[in-house]
């Protein structure tokens, strides 16, 4: 029925789809950790200092929550979304996930580490500290960053 040749060529096709499929296997893998470790983000650890630094912008100022969202729309929504849930338009062209800032853990860190970190900024965040040069208005976005909650 089968001679060796066709057996020799049926057990070479073998090990090439093994090797494929494991490969494969190996890809999806890879991928999927990598999307894991962006999606929880590396440590951004925030000095002492500037974590406990306290806002000097009262969390019901209406005009600073509106300065803020002003702020939001020209510098940060493009990446983190209208509504901070790192869905922006260019939120998939960035080589680290921007965040959900509607979340509990979000909401966890410190009006001070989150005016460090806008301020400093890390990786494809960019430091405002330069683009938004008033302390104040930093803490406006802050102020309207803290109205993402789900």
């Known amino acids: 029925m089968f001679n060796q040749k066709s057996i020799n060529q049926m057990k070479t096709t073998q090990k090439v789809i093994t090797l494929l499929i494991t490969a494969a296997f190996a890809v999806v893998f890879m991928l999927g ?38 702020l939001w729309a020209k510098h940060c929504k493009s990446c983190h979304g209208s509504k901070g849930l790192g ?11 921007p965040g959900d800032f509607t979340t509990k853990d979000f909401h966890a860190f410190t009006d001070g580490e989150l005016f460090f970190r806008t301020s400093i900024g890390r990786g494809d965040m960019p430091a405002y500290d330069k683009k938004i040069p ?17």
């Open 33 to 70: 950790n990598n999307a894991l470790a962006q999606a929880k983000g590396k440590a951004w650890p925030v000095p002492d200092k500037d974590k406990n630094l306290k806002s000097p912008v009262k969390a019901s100022d209406q005009n600073a929550i509106a300065n803020g969202k002003d």
């Open 87 to 97: 869905d922006g338009p260019k939120a998939a062209t960035l080589k680290t996930n």
């Open 134 to 150: 008033e302390a104040k208005d930093r803490w406006d976005l802050v102020a309207y960053i803290r109205t993402f909650k789900k």
